[in-house]
């Protein structure tokens, strides 16, 4: 079965999400935007969400994760939580 390595960021809204990416592409640290700026649990570890597999994260984060290139910050993603903005460093 596949499986993936990412990380995000979720916010409330979509203009959030678009001043945050614009802020990695700057050269801020993804990491340490999530730790300040995440809803998700996950803000806590730099939004690390672990080793994921197909299924596991909504619809909408899901084909980011196991569809989009590898290493770019993807989004926003829209979902029934808010904004998100997806990393995926591996997938196999």
Request: aromatic share 6%.
């Amino acid at each position: 079965m596949a499986k993936a390595m990412a990380r995000h960021i979720l916010v409330k809204t979509e203009a959030q999400a678009t001043a945050l990416k614009k802020r990695i592409a700057a050269g801020e640290a993804f990491d340490v935007l999530a730790r300040k700026h995440s809803l998700c649990p996950s803000g806590k570890r730099g939004g690390d969400l672990g080793e994921v597999r197909p299924g596991q994260m909504v619809r909408a984060i899901d084909q980011v994760i196991f569809r989009k290139p590898l290493r770019e910050v993807h989004g926003p993603v829209k979902s029934q939580f808010g904004y998100h903005l997806v990393q995926v460093f591996y997938r196999e």
